[in-house]
């Protein structure tokens, strides 16, 4: 796997050489509008489906020094420059890694990858129809099987796996009401998602954010 570095606006990282990363700007929108939120000075973040550690990145940096970040990611290559990119820095809050897939009950699961652009892979086992170039075995716990103090902010970008992960982390979610920041991928899945809010009283409101190196446009649910 090649790697090159990009200089975001809070931190460099080390990234593969895939032109979704060329340049500072992947999904700059959301990082703006979360700068923008309230966050206590001890908040535990989640970054599910961390990739290689853009947002986990940025969220050390919300969560500032006293807080705590956990992200989310079960392929090796990822985890290898996640590890990497989250190193702590002064003033910024320490991650702990979690090896494995989020998912509706702990277990095992295929993971559809891609080796030109790994930003597809996902724990969907083919929900797209795209077929992969190869399957890779990995690890799913239900968030519900973790116990946490407390939670402030989940964001959760699984390529089409969201309504299982909420499935199994749905005691969590009403136990802490973090923020949630969710790519939806699918009008059924925004159905599904919408619809679990309504019904215990969440807030949601539609946001949009670009890869300007690709020319696409990701739409998620923000959800408080």
Same mark, same amino acid.
């Given at each position: 796997m090649k790697v090159k570095p990009i200089f975001l606006p809070w931190r460099q990282v080390v990234v593969s050489d895939e032109p979704c990363f060329t340049g500072a700007f992947y999904e700059h929108e959301?990082? =703006?509008?979360? *700068? %923008? $939120? #309230? /966050?206590? @000075?001890?908040?535990?973040?989640?970054?599910? +489906?961390?990739? $290689?550690? &853009?947002? *986990? %990145?940025f969220l050390q940096l919300l969560a500032g020094v006293e807080g705590f970040v956990y992200a989310f990611e079960p392929h090796p290559e990822n985890l290898s420059l996640l590890a990497m990119n989250v190193v702590p820095l002064e003033g910024r809050a320490p991650v702990a890694i979690m090896p494995f897939a989020l998912g509706r009950a702990d277990g095992t699961g295929q993971m559809g990858c891609w080796r030109d652009h790994m930003a597809a892979s996902g724990v969907h086992q083919l &929900? %797209? +129809?795209?077929?992969?170039?190869?399957? @890779?075995?990995?690890? &799913? #716990?239900? @968030?519900? *099987?973790?116990?946490?103090?407390? &939670?402030?902010?989940?964001?959760?970008?699984?390529?089409? /796996?969201?309504?299982?992960?909420?499935?199994? +982390?749905? $005691? %969590? =979610? @009403?136990?802490?009401r973090p923020k949630i920041l969710v790519e939806i991928h699918g009008e059924k899945t925004n159905k599904q998602i919408t619809s679990l809010c309504d019904v215990y009283k969440f807030s949601y409101e539609d946001w949009e954010a670009t890869i300007p190196a690709i020319n696409q446009i990701n739409r998620f649910l923000f959800i408080t």
């Amino acid at each position: 796997m090649k790697v090159k570095p990009i200089f975001l606006p809070w931190r460099q990282v080390v990234v593969s050489d895939e032109p979704c990363f060329t340049g500072a700007f992947y999904e700059h929108e959301n990082m =703006i509008k979360l *700068s %923008t $939120q #309230k /966050w206590p @000075l001890n908040g535990v973040f989640l970054d599910i +489906g961390a990739h $290689q550690g &853009i947002y *986990s %990145t940025f969220l050390q940096l919300l969560a500032g020094v006293e807080g705590f970040v956990y992200a989310f990611e079960p392929h090796p290559e990822n985890l290898s420059l996640l590890a990497m990119n989250v190193v702590p820095l002064e003033g910024r809050a320490p991650v702990a890694i979690m090896p494995f897939a989020l998912g509706r009950a702990d277990g095992t699961g295929q993971m559809g990858c891609w080796r030109d652009h790994m930003a597809a892979s996902g724990v969907h086992q083919l &929900i %797209t +129809g795209d077929i992969p170039e190869y399957l @890779l075995p990995v690890k &799913i #716990k239900c @968030l519900d *099987s973790i116990k946490f103090p407390r &939670i402030d902010f989940i964001k959760m970008d699984v390529e089409h /796996w969201e309504w299982e992960v909420f499935c199994g +982390g749905l $005691q %969590t =979610i @009403l136990e802490h009401r973090p923020k949630i920041l969710v790519e939806i991928h699918g009008e059924k899945t925004n159905k599904q998602i919408t619809s679990l809010c309504d019904v215990y009283k969440f807030s949601y409101e539609d946001w949009e954010a670009t890869i300007p190196a690709i020319n696409q446009i990701n739409r998620f649910l923000f959800i408080t």
